[in-house]
């Protein structure tokens, strides 16, 4: 009888979980503006909620480049001249880390209404 429950118990708490992780993976980003910084600085602000048809655009840092593809789905690097293909691979932005391509010093990270101009503020 002990058994049966702790196996009833596991099952729903795994359960929740994969419902809870679905959710989180499937959250729609519309009225979410993501910026694209190179090199420290911002280039591109977009709101994916204004986006009617996808497009594309690159941003260079010297001699490299990256391809980032936007659409009201996602925003993702479709392509770029960085040596170990990480950003590309990353995918679509979603609700974990930003898109990072250290060679070609880009970010690609949600913004926020909350978010200021500082990266930190003292009391003093």
């Avoid at 679509?92 to 101009?117: A, F, H, K, M, T």
């Amino acid at each position: 009888m002990k058994t049966r429950f702790w196996i009833i118990l596991f099952a729903g708490l795994m359960a929740g979980a994969l419902i809870l992780s679905w959710l989180v993976m499937h959250q729609d980003h519309h009225g979410q503006v993501a910026g694209v910084y190179s090199d420290g600085e911002l280039v591109r602000l977009i709101n994916l909620s204004e986006v009617t048809e996808p497009f594309e655009f690159t941003v260079t840092y010297g001699d490299s480049y990256n391809t980032i593809y936007v659409s009201a789905e996602g925003i993702y690097i479709s392509e770029a001249s960085c040596p170990d293909q990480i950003c590309v691979r990353h995918g679509p932005l979603g609700d974990g880390p930003p898109i990072v391509c250290l060679p070609n010093r880009l970010v690609i990270r949600w913004e926020s209404e909350r978010e200021s101009e500082y990266d930190a503020m003292t009391g003093i």
